[in-house]
């Protein structure tokens, strides 16, 4: 016990944060802006050291399972923390479109940002980096529907029936996430895993250091209310920060979104350096699917339940993006290696990205 509290300082440190943040959270809004924006960034820092430890241990458990498993419980524990921070923080700023931008911005830093650079430094470092292109394939397509049923037909839906396709959303992402992981887990496994050269690895610390995964379970439990506790004091700190302040729309949702992705930007960008581009497909491609197919009809319920409509419909611009980084991927990963070049061309996508969030658009 003693060796996982240690190992766990971090998580720790957050949870202190945490509960020191709410006793102190009324005060703190007589001490102006400039407190707020030092409060919203601790808070921020402490849900990344939290989130860090939830993916930690779900990265342990994932060597243990293997793909296409290991890369699974990455992702959902990724979207986990994505949607508790996304409902906290959208239900405290008021703002119907910061699910929408939240998810955009979840999936350009997914595919344009984690694959991107992993993609970038692994083809400066080994050349053309192997991966099972059906996994790819299969990702590409899912997300295009995905996002096609979620996010671009919801702007030609009138407004009194949004109720029923919001319904109607909610069914098919559940179906069709249904099939999808049974597919990946079942008759159809291979798709998403890769048979590497053996190659001898350290073993693991004595099972006496080591947590078992019960212990793993618990932690991530614990990572999780944590971070669900901090996100409900940054949507305060956030809100008296940035009140009367003209800052661009996204800003927030990219926080959000990099709030989620930055663990599995780690995890990709070391599967990467060790030459596992099928991890980085799986982390990358799994990670937009999971955020879409996950995120909306979770984010679509608590609007019935509220009966507040949330603006899923992109913008043109968005849905532009969004489709040339969705044909980019396809055709990039449809020959089962990947290159500094094709990285460079997600990179340069995710600058763009940047760029046109930097100018409000």
Known sequence: MKSILQSEKFLLLACAIAMAGFAADARLADYGRAA???ETAILVAAILAASLSVARHAERIAQKLGDPYGSMILTLSAVLVEVIVLAIVSSRAGSPTLVRDSIYSAVMLDINGI???AALIGGFKHGEQAYND???RTYSVMILTAVTVSMIIPEFVPGESWRAYSAFTIVVMLLLYGVFLRMQTGPHSYFFSYSYPDKKTRRPPPASGYPTRRQSIGVMAAGIIAVGALAELMSHSLNRSLAGVD???GLVALIVAGISAAP???TALRAALANRMQS???????ASLSTVILTVPAMEALALISGQRIDIAMTPLQTLMMLVTLLVAAINLNDGQTN????MTHFVLFGAFLMLLGLGL
Request: proline share 4%.
């Open 36 to 38: 707020g924006l030092l």
């Open 115 to 117: 694959l991107g650079v």
């Open 134 to 136: 059906d996994s790819a």
């Open 247 to 249: 800052v661009p729309a």
């Open 264 to 266: 599995e930007m780690l």
């Open 280 to 286: 980085v497909v799986n982390i990358a491609l799994g």
């Open 340 to 343: 500094a070049i094709e990285g």
